[in-house]
């Protein structure tokens, strides 16, 4: 079914069904689906192009001499942080902030297990499960707090990535609201979310895959409201790691978290009438390479790892620009696409 | 009515009324009404976070120095161009393509004659009409063909302006598509509509005044498909302009012209459910200034004279980029405005 099909059949289904498709077709005739590729950072008025257009790109090798891409391999920060507790993320299946099926069969928003744990039994856990096919380990970790954890956290290690990226700094004339550090391995897979934030990414280690979609895909990827639940470890009383697994625990008194339930990665479930229309973009980074998320763009990503087992990277958080057109007319997207549908005539 | 009672009286009306007044109060919310004044040009990266906006600016005696602002007097130009004809708009009430009641009471889309004047004619004709009590004259004239006439007709002049305006050139990455140079008097008025360009406005001699909506208002501007007309000069065969009038002739075979018929200066009339939520922002230009007009505002401009009973003005159209969400979106506020409502219950 070509879009303009796909607009035509949806138009027979209600009003709104017709605009809300061609809007989608229209932004995709009009752009690109290949992330453009940069071989050197960008000047800040290229950047505030970029960021005028709300569109992707990556800057191949634009980390490449950071103290951090050159140094932090797993000897490094296993020495560096030998004495550091650091905050982790639990789930059963790599599935932190994610949609989960729970025992009954209803979708709900799976936070993670936190816990402090020794950094070296930290990272050792997750290059071992990532390395060692004899490896036993039932559980997923993830260093995963997006609390500004590189300058609070990890702190020790902040000298050693930029304290801004220029570019940005000098064009959205501002420090980054956060800055955090993520520690991983390929069990781990950040479920389809957008951030209200203008974001650049860099890879030090493994590789990060990204499946992108623009903010005005909203209709496409099948927003819900889940009741949130959080994993808790479980023990059978008679003490010892092994005798823990980890249970979801509802949270009966939260709000329910409006979610994307929709994946680009297996596009055939979950859908909505409009996600055949989405064209989904994916970039893969290098270690050393920079990406700049625009804001609000949907993202789901998933990791490769090094040699030595571990994904790591760092992002900068810049608030995004509320005034002027671009956040009232993607929220204006979300409320006409959750408009109650007309009675079949 | 505040606007939330705006938006609650709306709801009541159809599904899509709430999350359209939402979209207009909330973008109100997150954005002055004031126009910004610059007291120098903007660098173009300075310019490009305006254009990023969406957002106008004026800077004040921007284009003080130029040598059209210092030598465009009455005298200068009626010598410079005492031996050029000109395309002159000719219409009775200065309403050139502006929505206008036809004899049977219809409101058309009227387009004003067209003809070749001498300048010496042409502006003599502007002048007195302006400042000589006595004078006779049944017609409204004004020299607006808005197609790159600074470089074409008028191209004599051209070099006395700038070949572009640098900070937009620069962050733009292009030259102008159009020049155009405007000179009337405050019997004309331009109504209120919409141009798919970035627009730099230079005022030379007079002021104009500008009335400006984002583009998001389109729902306010109650935008109709009007029937085109054109205004002729009908003689009654006596010969001599006196015995002619200026009567409308309907262009039986032109399609419709989807056109604004809400007047922000007369705001009770004409209004659709949503008029009461615009901010109409103001504007007047001093002779000097440089006023950025962003791509898709509507803007209603009427003129005061200078002493000598003239308006003079230059603009810059440059393309528009129609990458990027804003476009795409600001299209489907149009789509989803058009769609009809349901029946009520």
Same mark, same amino acid.
């Given at each position: 079914?070509t ?18 498709? =061609?809007?989608?077709t229209t ?7 290949l ?10 008025l ?5 960021v ?10 634009g980390?490449r ?5 050159k ?11 030998r ?7 639990v789930?059963?299946? +790599? ?12 979708t ?9 744990q020794?950094f070296?039994?930290?990272?050792e856990?997750?290059?071992?499960q =990532?390395t060692?096919?004899?490896? $036993? ?8 707090? $997006? ?8 702190r020790?290690?902040f000298?050693q990535v930029q ?5 940005a700094r000098?064009a ?18 950040t479920a389809?979310h ?9 890879q ?22 889940l ?7 479980? +023990?059978?009383?008679? +003490? ?10 509802? =949270? ?5 978290v ?5 994946d ?7 859908t ?10 994916r970039v ?34 810049y608030d995004m620009e509320f ?13 006409i ?9």
């Amino acid at each position: 079914m070509t879009p303009m099909m796909a607009a035509a059949a949806a138009q027979r289904d209600d009003g709104n069904a017709a605009p809300i498709a =061609e809007l989608i077709t229209t932004y995709h005739e009009l752009n690109s689906s290949l992330i453009e590729e940069l071989s050197e950072e960008p000047s800040p008025l290229e950047f505030m192009r970029y960021v005028a257009r709300n569109t992707p790109f990556v800057v191949r090798g634009g980390a490449r001499d950071w103290q951090a891409t050159k140094t932090w391999d797993v000897q490094y920060l296993t020495h560096f942080l030998r004495d550091h507790q650091v905050n982790v993320a639990v789930t059963p299946l +790599g599935n932190a902030d994610a949609p989960t099926l729970d025992k009954r069969g209803n979708t709900v928003f799976a936070k993670p297990h936190e816990e402090d744990q020794s950094f070296p039994e930290f990272i050792e856990y997750l290059t071992k499960q =990532e390395t060692d096919p004899n490896f $036993q380990g039932s559980e997923i970790r993830y260093a995963q707090t $997006q609390n500004d954890n590189l300058r609070h956290e990890y702190r020790a290690l902040f000298s050693q990535v930029q304290r801004s990226v220029p570019f940005a700094r000098i064009a959205l004339q501002q420090d980054p609201d956060a800055i955090n550090l993520w520690i991983g391995n390929s069990r781990s897979v950040t479920a389809l979310h957008r951030d209200n934030y203008e974001n650049i990414y860099v890879q030090v280690r493994g590789r990060k895959h990204f499946v992108l979609l623009p903010p005005l895909c909203q209709p496409c990827v099948n927003e819900q409201p889940l009741r949130p639940a959080h994993y808790a470890r479980q +023990g059978d009383g008679g +003490g010892g790691d092994d005798d823990e697994t980890l249970e979801l625990v509802m =949270e009966e008194d939260a709000d329910d978290v409006p979610f994307a339930t929709w994946d680009p990665d297996n596009d055939e479930v979950n859908t909505t009438k409009y996600s055949h229309l989405a064209s989904p973009m994916r970039v893969t980074l290098e270690p050393g390479d920079m990406f700049y998320l625009p804001a609000m763009w949907y993202h789901k990503v998933s990791q490769s790892c090094s040699e030595e087992g571990v994904c790591v990277a760092v992002n900068y958080w810049y608030d995004m620009e509320f005034s002027g057109p671009l956040y009232p007319l993607v929220s204006f997207v979300r409320g006409i696409n959750s408009v109650p549908e007309k009675p079949k005539a």
